[in-house]
């Protein structure tokens, strides 16, 4: 199975901040990746899928970058709704795996 | 809109059955591949399984193969898990998903899960 790898595990930040999550795969999935924002007692939700696409209706601050083994979750300035846990995952191939997941919280 | 909504869900013995239903609703539903996916209290997602489309192909995670069975309803709209020999390490909220924004590659189809539905909690205890 691929293992991913995110950094830090918890994040702690201000209003305003731009914060930037770490995802790396243990053998290259090219730029099948995406990221979920998970806040309590809720579903995950798709923010951004091959790497860099943001899904429709998520706000232009969230954005994705990488491909092969590194990549990265960028939140150009956190609002009070990000305050979550983000999880990436390679859909690259069987079984799917995820992250360990990174919790923002409030600084 | 896309709905999907798990139901079944309850507390258990270990070595006991238990069936989990997603109804799914708002999209055409023959049309797209449907996952479970679920999440130990306190900790993060682990894939359960996959069915595809037409339900032609299904796959399991490593740790549930050979007690779990993944089937789909075309004339319900409906997906199902089916799982046997449950044990304490099955405890999670499960959650269904749709597979969506897919690609259809050399490699297979390659898409993510795009709907979730609410979840419904399994707890396995004696």
């Known amino acids: 199975d691929i293992q991913m790898t995110q950094s830090p595990s918890t994040l702690s930040a201000s209003l305003g901040d731009r914060v930037t999550i770490t995802c790396r795969a243990s053998q290259s999935i090219s730029s099948w990746l995406a990221w979920y924002q998970q806040r309590p007692g809720k579903a995950p939700k798709l923010l951004i899928y091959k790497a860099s696409i943001l899904e429709s209706g998520v706000p232009s601050r969230f954005s994705g970058s990488g491909s092969g083994t590194e990549f990265s979750l960028t939140i150009s300035s956190l609002q009070p709704d990000d305050f979550a846990i983000y999880y990436c995952?390679?859909?690259?191939?069987?079984?799917?795996?995820f992250g360990g997941g990174t919790k923002v919280e409030i600084k | 809109q896309v709905q999907l909504v798990e139901s079944g869900g309850g507390v258990v013995q270990p070595g006991k059955s238990l069936r989990l239903s997603c109804a799914a609703s708002?999209?055409?539903?023959?049309?797209?591949?449907m996952h479970w996916v679920r999440q130990a209290p306190g900790k993060g997602l682990e894939w359960v399984s996959l069915?595809?489309?037409?339900?032609?192909?299904?796959d399991y995670a490593d740790s549930v193969k050979g007690r779990f069975t993944i089937s789909r309803d075309k004339s319900k709209n409906t997906v199902y898990l089916q799982m046997n020999n449950l044990r304490a390490e099955d405890t999670a909220v499960y959650y269904c998903?749709?597979?969506?924004?897919?690609?259809?590659?050399?490699?297979?189809?390659?898409?993510?899960?795009?709907?979730w539905g609410q979840g419904s909690l399994v707890t396995v205890s004696s």
């Open positions: 069915i595809w489309y037409d339900g032609s192909n299904k």
């Open positions: 995952q390679q859909y690259d191939n069987y079984s799917l795996t």
């Open positions: 708002g999209f055409d539903f023959s049309g797209y591949g």
């Open positions: 998903a749709r597979e969506g924004k897919w690609e259809m590659t050399s490699g297979g189809i390659k898409g993510v899960f795009d709907y």
